[in-house]
């Protein structure tokens, strides 16, 4: 701050200080300008003893990013890029019913009602059952892929068939090494 008015700390006014904070307002991240006030604040009443004028800062917005959305073109050329049926069924099913992966993978038979073209989604986000409704297109790939695997309950199942007696187990997510359990989160 000193550099920046080329003057001793304390020979600066109350309204260089609020030109100083406007300039890092400005030109510095909101964490830096909340450290520098809070600095000075501290310098000027236990270095100097002077009394301090609150500097007021304006808060900056809050930015709230948004994720990624993928375009109709980007999600029907990783589908067809993807050469494992499961894979491609079960990315054809996420997207075009709005899912969350962890939603799919834990879709069962019974959830699928093909009468009322709808799906029923159990514990979604913040643990709610909701309908979703179901495309022609994607009913068609689901009973296409069942018949590969012919799994009693799941849609997705993890393992190979015969899926005789055990555990029911769901296919695995990218990046996980074991199937996981159609209750585990």
């Known amino acids: 701050m000193s550099d920046h008015f080329d003057t001793c ?3 600066l006014s ?9 300039y890092l307002v400005e030109h510095r991240s909101w964490s830096l300008v909340k450290i520098a006030r809070n600095a000075l604040q501290r310098f000027y009443q236990y270095v ?10 304006a808060k900056p917005p809050k930015v709230q990013t948004r994720q990624d959305v993928l375009s109709l073109n980007e999600i ?13 069924v079960c990315f054809l099913t996420t997207y075009s019913l709005g899912l969350r ?4 993978l834990n879709l069962t038979i019974a959830d699928v009602d093909s009468h009322l073209m709808r ?6 986000k913040g643990r709610k059952d909701r309908f979703v409704p179901l495309l022609l297109m994607t009913l068609k790939a ?7 695997h012919r799994h009693p309950d799941l849609l997705f199942p993890g393992g190979q068939p015969p899926f005789e007696g055990g555990e029911s187990r769901i296919m695995a997510r990218a990046g996980d090494h074991r199937p996981l359990h159609p209750n585990d989160p």
């Not at 029907?76 to 491609?88: A, D, E, V």
């Not at 992966?101 to 799919?104: F, P």
């Open 48 to 57: 100097l003893g002077k009394p301090w004028d609150y500097v007021p800062i």
């Open 101 to 104: 992966l962890s939603e799919s």
């Open 76 to 88: 029907g050329r990783l589908i067809s890029h993807t050469r494992k049926l499961s894979y491609q």
């Open 9 to 11: 700390p304390d020979q």
């Open 14 to 22: 109350t309204d260089q200080l609020q030109q100083y904070v406007m």
């Open 119 to 124: 799906v029923h989604v159990r514990c979604g």
């Open 142 to 148: 689901l009973r296409r892929y069942w018949t590969t």
